[in-house]
C-alpha cells in the first residue's frame, strides 16, 4: 500500500513537471525592436558635404591617427594605469557577477540542513496525553524549490543583467576614448605651450637688445626718456609672459601625469611644427554612431535594458508556477538516523496568483514602463547630442585650417612693420611708439599663428572622439 502511494505521488509530480516544461514555451515577454531613428539621424551632420559612405575616421586605430612616438607611449601607458578605465574594468567584473546569477535563474534553488530537536510536551496537549515527557528528533533535510518560465519573467531578467553587462563594456569604451582624447589634447598644448615659450624667449631677446638701442638714441637725443620707460615696460612684459608660460607648462605637465596615472614629472616630447594628421576626415553616414560611439551605444543597452524589466514587471502579474520538493532522513532516535527506514520524501506542485499586494505589483510595472520611456528618451538625446559634437568639431576643425592660413600671412606683416619701424626709428624717421606696436603686434599674432594650429589637431581629436574613435 505505502509503495503505490509512493508511485501515485511520484506519477503527479511527474505530471506537474511535463506541464511546467510545455508552459515554459508559452512566453508573452515581448522581444526588443530597437526604435525608429530616421527623424534624429537624418541630417544629423550640419554640413553641406553629406556623408554616403559607411566608412569613418573612427574606425581607424589610433596608433594610425596619431604618429608622433611619444604620444604613442603617453596613449599606451594611460589605457594600462588610468584610474578612471580601472575603476571601470571593475564595474564590468560585478556586471559579469550579476550576468551569471541572471543565467542561474533557470536552475532550481536547493539547500541542505541538519536539525536536532528537543521537545518538552504538556500533559494537557494533544501529544502530551499520549507520551510522557519529551520527544526528541533528529533529521538531514534537502529542499529544492524551482519554479517554471511560463511568462519569460525570467528569461526577461537575464537578458536585462546581459545588457546592464554590455552598457558597462560600453562604459569603459567610453573611458578609453575620452583617456585618448584627453591624452593627446594634453600633449598638443604641452607642444604648443613649449612653441610660444620658444617665441617668447626669442622676442625677450630681441627687446633687451631694442632697449640698448633705445638708450643709445636717447644718449643721442634722438628719444626722450619716456621711451626708454616704454621700452624697458615692454621688456619687463615679455618677461612676465615668460613665467606664466613656464607656469601653464608646469600645470599641463601635472595634468598628463594624473591622466597616465602616474606621479608629477616632466614629460619627452616632439614639437608643434612636425605634428600632422595624415588620415582623411572621413564621417561615415551618421547612423554608424550607434556601433561606434560608446555612450550612444551605453544609451541603447540601458534601454533595452529597461525594456527587459518591464516584461519582468508585466510577468509578474500573472500567475507562478513553482514545484517545491524535500527528501532526506528522519528518526526519533539519532543511531537510527541513517537507517533506510528513516527515508522521507515531499513533493508539491502549485500554481500562485497574485491578488491582492498592497498595489507593490502594479506600481512596479508603471514605474517601469516609466523608466522604460525614460531611457527612451535619453537614448534619442544622447544620438542628437553625438552629432551636435561632430558638427562642432568638422566646422571647428575647418575654421581653423581657414584662419591658419590668415595669421601667418599677419605674423609676415607685422615682421615686416617691425623691423621698417627699427630702421625708421634709428634713422629719426619714426616715431618710437610706433615701433612699440609693431613688436607688441607681431609677439600676439605669432603667438595666435601657434594657438590657431593646436586648435586644428585639437578640432581633429575631438571629431574623432565625437565619432567614436579610440576604444578598438
Avoid at 42 to 69: C, G, H, M
Avoid at 100 to 125: D, I
Avoid at 167 to 180: F, P, Y
Avoid at 194 to 220: C, F, M, N
Wanted: net charge negative; with cysteine.
Amino acid at each position: 500500500m505505502k509503495s503505490i502511494i509512493k508511485h501515485r505521488n511520484l506519477s503527479k509530480g511527474a505530471l506537474i513537471l511535463v506541464v511546467a516544461l510545455t508552459l515554459q514555451s508559452c512566453f508573452v515577454a515581448q522581444d526588443y525592436v530597437r526604435p525608429d531613428l530616421n527623424t534624429e539621424t537624418e541630417a544629423l551632420y550640419r554640413t553641406d558635404n553629406l556623408p554616403t559612405d559607411s566608412v569613418s575616421i573612427a574606425d581607424v586605430s589610433w596608433k594610425k591617427l596619431f604618429t608622433d612616438q611619444y604620444l604613442q607611449q603617453y596613449i599606451e601607458e594611460g589605457l594600462q594605469n588610468n584610474m578612471d578605465v580601472r575603476i571601470a574594468l571593475q564595474q564590468i567584473l560585478a556586471a559579469q557577477a550579476y550576468v551569471k546569477q541572471g543565467k542561474a535563474g533557470y536552475l532550481p534553488s536547493v539547500s541542505v540542513g541538519a536539525n536536532a530537536t528537543h521537545q518538552e510536551l504538556s500533559e494537557n496537549s494533544q501529544f502530551g496525553s499520549l507520551f510522557n515527557g519529551a520527544i526528541d528528533t533528529y533529521d538531514i533535510t534537502a529542499n529544492l524549490s524551482w519554479e517554471a518560465d511560463v511568462w519569460g519573467k525570467i528569461r526577461s531578467n537575464k537578458r536585462a543583467t546581459q545588457a546592464a553587462y554590455l552598457q558597462s563594456v560600453a562604459g569603459h569604451q567610453a573611458v578609453k576614448t575620452q583617456l585618448i582624447s584627453s591624452i593627446a589634447n594634453t600633449y598638443y598644448n604641452l607642444l604648443a605651450l613649449d612653441a610660444q615659450l620658444e617665441i617668447t624667449k626669442q622676442t625677450i631677446q630681441t627687446r633687451e637688445s631694442g632697449v640698448t638701442t633705445i638708450k643709445a638714441l636717447k644718449d643721442a637725443g634722438q628719444v626722450t626718456q619716456v621711451a626708454v620707460d616704454q621700452n624697458i615696460a615692454q621688456y619687463n612684459s615679455a618677461r612676465a609672459l615668460q613665467v606664466d608660460i613656464e607656469t601653464a607648462i608646469f600645470k599641463t605637465e601635472n595634468t598628463l601625469s594624473i591622466l597616465l596615472g602616474k606621479t608629477p614629472q616632466h614629460f619627452e616630447r616632439s614639437s608643434l611644427d612636425i605634428q600632422k594628421i595624415e588620415q582623411e576626415l572621413v564621417l561615415g553616414v551618421p547612423t554608424t554612431l550607434l556601433s561606434n560611439r560608446p555612450d550612444v551605444m551605453a544609451a541603447e543597452y540601458d534601454l533595452i535594458q529597461s525594456f527587459e524589466l518591464t516584461n519582468v514587471a508585466k510577468s509578474s502579474l500573472y500567475p507562478s508556477l513553482k514545484l517545491t520538493a524535500s527528501g532526506g532522513l528522519e528518526s526519533l532516535e539519532l543511531d537510527k538516523l541513517l537507517n533506510a527506514n528513516s527515508l522521507f520524501a515531499t513533493l508539491i506542485g502549485g500554481i500562485t496568483q497574485p491578488i491582492f499586494n498592497q498595489r507593490a505589483l502594479k506600481t512596479q510595472k508603471e514605474v517601469a514602463i516609466a523608466q522604460q520611456e525614460q531611457a527612451l528618451l535619453t537614448f534619442k538625446k544622447t544620438l542628437l547630442v553625438a552629432g551636435g559634437e561632430v558638427s562642432n568639431a568638422l566646422f571647428s576643425y575647418e575654421s581653423e585650417v581657414k584662419k591658419f592660413e590668415f595669421r601667418k600671412n599677419e605674423v609676415e606683416a607685422l615682421r615686416t612693420a617691425e623691423a621698417n619701424s627699427n630702421e625708421l626709428l634709428k634713422n629719426g624717421y619714426a616715431n618710437y611708439l610706433d615701433l612699440l606696436t609693431a613688436r607688441e603686434s607681431a609677439l600676439s599674432a605669432e603667438l595666435n599663428v601657434i594657438d590657431s594650429k593646436l586648435q586644428q589637431l585639437v578640432s581633429v581629436v575631438d571629431l574623432y572622439e565625437a565619432l567614436g574613435g579610440g576604444w578598438r
